[in-house]
């Protein structure tokens, strides 16, 4: 069952890598918009199922690489949160053009980080404090600045177009 589980995570990193490079290194002309539309989507997608999974199977205990059981849910929890605190807030202000400035980044960065690595592991045993994971919270932060860019940029065109 560990095996599965392993080539499962192994198989939906492998998608998400394939699509942050896509988003990372392609320039953006070789892209229209229903293309980035399709790649957004898969690979918000596979980022919610990958985090879901890893979540899952650490609440099951059953074993996953060190690197992916103790980092990778830091690294993917920010595009996560961000993209849905980005959605919520065009559909709040009815305005599919609102993109999340650098202050509100780090402003919410600052207090995952602040929640999830000072005060929780304060108050609960299970929550420990650790430097790499607000680094993870912030290389995360940084891949939905391209993300929003590139892919939230294609999906309000897509929907103009559609």
Not at 23 to 51: K, P
Not at 61 to 88: G, K, R, W
Not at 90 to 105: E, T
């Amino acid at each position: 069952m560990a095996s599965h589980s392993s080539d499962f995570l192994a198989g939906l990193l492998c998608v998400a890598r394939s699509f942050c490079h896509c988003i990372l290194f392609h320039s953006s002309h070789c892209m229209d918009s229903r293309l980035t539309r399709s790649f957004g989507l898969l690979g918000l997608c596979t980022m919610t199922i990958a985090y879901i999974g890893i979540v899952s199977i650490k609440r099951l205990e059953l074993p996953l690489p060190d690197l992916i059981s103790s980092y990778m849910a830091d690294l993917l929890c920010m595009p996560l949160l961000l993209s849905a605190t980005l959605f919520l807030l065009r559909r709040i202000k009815h305005s599919p053009q609102f993109y999340l400035g650098i202050g509100h980044i780090v402003f919410i960065l600052c207090y995952v980080s602040f929640a999830f690595e000072y005060v929780l592991p304060r108050y609960h045993p299970s929550y420990t404090s650790d430097l790499l994971d607000v680094c993870c919270y912030g290389l995360g932060a940084i891949s939905f600045v391209f993300m929003q860019k590139r892919v939230f940029n294609g999906l309000q065109k897509a929907e103009a177009c559609a």
